[in-house]
């Protein structure tokens, strides 16, 4: 699943570069922005505000690409800053890449509002994974929502404990899971299906305001000042990828991110700086 994943990306953005090449100047005052789908709702918000202050200079938000998909099109040039959950790589760097960290969020497990529960410990979740914890208190069949394996919030997720991960790996063997490939398609389960648990991050829930809500785990809750000061495991973090010598739209961009007006955007939704 998750080489379909990055084959899809590699194909969307190779349209995509096509497309910038034929239009040619008409873009030289546009900036794209695309990868993780966890940033994209806080990056559409700081764009809108970019624009406003900078009317000439139009931001577009791709839809989700994946983290890799904005290490496949920044180099390609189809994507000018790609979002992504991870640095880089020595192989990406010898592309001419950079990365730049620019805020964090709790990666938190979320359910819709209707689901009676406000917490979760690492044991009731590895039954969850496994079927041995079916049902929530009100007897609502719990139904987790699957990522592919190489997905960084199943990566996090397997971090917690040995007996998560090796749940996981019974999860992925079970017969009629809900599946998702991105990171808003997971939200939109975990809104929709009955008794769906999942992951996601508190900047996705607040930028996006999704109705979903997050749980704490063995008695910490995912806020920012637990995420930040270690209390809170799961920490999602977002980097900046540019080419080594971004363009000056690009740099006047990540500028207006760390500046006051940026940073109380991030706050708003859920981030802290690093």
Not at 52 to 64: A, F, N, Q, W
Not at 207 to 231: C, F, H, I, K, Y
Request: contains cysteine; charged residues 20%; aromatic residues 6%.
């Amino acid at each position: 699943m998750h080489l379909r994943l990055k084959n899809a990306a590699r194909v969307w953005l190779t349209s995509l570069g096509a497309c910038v090449v034929m239009i040619g100047t008409a873009t030289a005052t546009e900036i794209k922005i695309g990868g993780t789908g966890n940033a994209l709702g806080t990056m559409q918000l700081l764009g809108d505000a970019y624009s406003r202050k900078y009317p000439d200079v139009k931001v577009t938000v791709l839809r989700s690409l994946g983290s890799s998909g904005a290490l496949l099109g920044v180099p390609q040039r189809a994507v000018d800053i790609g979002l992504s959950s991870r640095t880089l790589t020595e192989e990406e760097r010898s592309k001419g890449l950079t990365a730049t960290e620019y805020a964090r969020t709790p990666t938190v497990l979320a359910v819709a509002p209707k689901t009676k529960v406000t917490g979760i410990t690492r044991e009731q979740l590895a039954d969850i994974y496994t079927g041995k914890l079916a049902q929530w208190p009100d007897r609502i069949t719990i139904r987790p929502v699957l990522r592919q394996p190489g997905d960084d919030n199943t990566r996090q997720l397997r971090a917690l404990s040995p007996a998560i991960e090796q749940a996981l790996t019974v999860a992925e063997k079970r017969p009629g899971l809900p599946y998702a490939m991105t990171d808003q398609e997971a939200a939109d389960k975990i809104e929709s299906v009955p008794g769906a648990i999942g992951v996601s991050t508190l900047a996705l829930i607040l930028s996006e305001g999704r109705q979903m809500r997050s749980l704490s785990l063995d008695g910490v809750e995912p806020t920012v000042q637990n995420g930040a000061s270690g209390r809170y495991p799961m920490v999602k973090h977002f980097f900046f990828i540019t080419q080594l010598t971004p363009s000056p739209a690009v740099q006047q961009f990540i500028s207006f991110v760390r500046s006051p007006a940026g940073r109380d955007i991030l706050t708003q939704t859920g981030h802290w700086l690093p």
